[in-house]
Nanobody, 122 residues
Framework: QVHLRESGGGSVQAGGSLILSCAPS????????IAWFRQSPGKEREGVARIYRTFTLYTDSVKGRFTMSRDNANDTVYLEMNNLKPEDTAMYYC?????????????????WGQGTQVTVSS
């Protein structure tokens, strides 16, 4: 069982920045895939970014604006979001799976956090 503790999120104006954090209960050596998904009302859950060890994967709409990283010292994964746009508004979820090289599909992940809201105003 992997428990995910999320933090960050909030409300910003367009062009602003936020950092989301996800601390999994079991990821000491980076051997699990961790991803961020987002979902807004009436839309399907969308994969945003994934990290496996030091390898990252991003959906096209966030490339160049979002950066996912890990701090092995405190076993935390971060999603730094810059130049935020109103269309980035959504509930953001941290997800994890013990498989290597999981993608950006919700079905690839077994463990999910409770979500944190990100709201970007124009």
């Amino acid at each position: 069982q992997v428990h995910l503790r999320e933090s960050g999120g909030g409300s910003v104006q367009a062009g602003g920045s936020l950092i989301l954090s996800c601390a999994p209960s079991a990821n000491a050596d980076g051997s699990i895939s961790i991803a961020w998904f987002r979902q807004s009302p009436g839309k399907e859950r969308e994969g945003v970014a994934r990290i496996y060890r030091t390898f990252t994967l991003y959906t096209d709409s966030v490339k160049g604006r979002f950066t996912m990283s890990r701090d092995n010292a405190n076993d935390t994964v971060y999603l730094e979001m810059n130049n935020l746009k109103p269309e980035d508004t959504a509930m953001y979820y941290c997800a994890a799976d013990r498989r290597a090289w999981a993608g950006l599909t919700p079905g690839d992940y077994t463990y999910w956090g409770q979500g944190t809201q990100v709201t970007v105003s124009s």
